[in-house]
């Protein structure tokens, strides 16, 4: 139930970048909320309508503004946060901090370490965020589809029919190719660089920081203590030059990165998070194959094995479309879990199941 009882909850989007605009499209369908604010960074963008930026095809009466104060004033009971957070970590933190002490409660894309902070990171670099949480009385919640639903709610309900777990694998196998975001695939992860140069992911500590909260998530959810985390990774190099969405790949250079974050118990890796990224299907043939054209797949190893494969794939036949809508439409969908949650910064294990519960449509579609 919202705070005014049956009135759908005011909702304002912050950021209307490659998940920020599915997540437009995303309040607009839920009867229980109204968009009545969109803040964007770019000021080629302000002014302009919502349902625009969003790219329906229709106006939804709501212009975005780059004034931060003025989306503030507007009194949500909560913001929808998809701005970019991995290399301006602490501009996003202190947006967080901004929102939360204005009153508002906040479900947000990133910083992913958010997710489930304990042991992740110095408490310092959480403790700003989670006090003006607190002295607002109001809550943070961090997701997406990964780090997010694919490793922490599917993987936890798997658990649940298993007698025996030796270890739980988390993997994202996806072909990159189609995901138009030049600064992470070449300045964040690497890829079209050469391979002897150390790209801002594969530095030490690095993936730890971005989904080390997906293995001690889980540990914590089975009520497991981690001897601790580590890394592993390897690269490949494309074979000739070709084109992706975001750029060039030259011959020779990253064209294929495959990593785990493995937590570690009885000095053996029994939560592993696994990424399997390739620009080109015909890369690393050795590696973990998608189901599909592009999936998520979680592994139990123990009695009995079980193998679980989320495929992916937009209407638009693009799994990359598909995996940017399942983050926007995680945290959209929570927003009323979240909205009468505890005050503070909550993790998955702190909220109820979150169902679709609203979105089926009347009619279908061809």
Known sequence: MSPAGSRPLRVVL???GNVGRHALAG????????????????RDKV?????????????????ATGDRDAVLGLAPDCVVHTAMAD???????????????????????????????????????????????????????????????????????LSGIAERIDEIRC???????????????????????????????LQPGVLTMAWGSVVRQLAAGLGVELEGVEEHYERLPAPETFTVSSGTIEAGTAA????????????????????????????GPDWPQPAGQGCYRVV????????????LLGT??????????????????????VVVAPPGLCTTLDLPLVTGRGLVAAEGTA
């Open 14 to 16: 912050w950021g209307t």
């Open 27 to 42: 309040i607009d369908a839920r009867p229980d909320l109204e968009l009545v604010g969109v803040w964007v960074s770019n």
């Open 47 to 63: 002014g302009r309508d919502a349902g625009e930026l969003a790219g329906l095809g229709r106006h939804l009466g709501v212009a």
């Open 87 to 157: 290399h301006r970590l602490g501009e996003a933190l202190e947006d967080l901090r901004f929102l939360l002490a204005g009153g508002a409660n906040v479900v947000s894309s990133g910083p992913v370490f958010l997710q489930f902070p304990e042991g992740v990171v110095p408490d310092e670099m959480v403790a700003p965020v989670r006090a003006a949480a607190l002295d607002a009385g109001v809550t943070l919640w961090v997701n997406g589809i990964d780090p997010g639903f694919a490793n922490d709610v599917l993987p936890l309900a």
């Open 171 to 201: 993997l994202e196998v996806l072909n990159y190719a189609t995901y138009d975001q030049p600064m992470v695939l070449f300045d964040i992860m690497g890829f079209g660089k050469p391979l002897d140069e150390v790209p801002m992911l």
């Open 256 to 283: 294929a990165l495959h990593f785990e974050v493995r937590g570690m118990v009885g000095g053996r890796p029994a939560f592993v998070l696994e990424h399997v990224t390739r620009l080109r299907d015909d890369l």
């Open 300 to 311: 139990i190893r123990g009695e009995p094995n079980y193998t679980l494969d989320l495929q």
């Open 316 to 337: 638009d036949g693009d799994h990359n479309t598909a995996g940017l809508k399942a983050t926007a439409m995680r945290l959209v969908n929570t927003v009323p879990a």
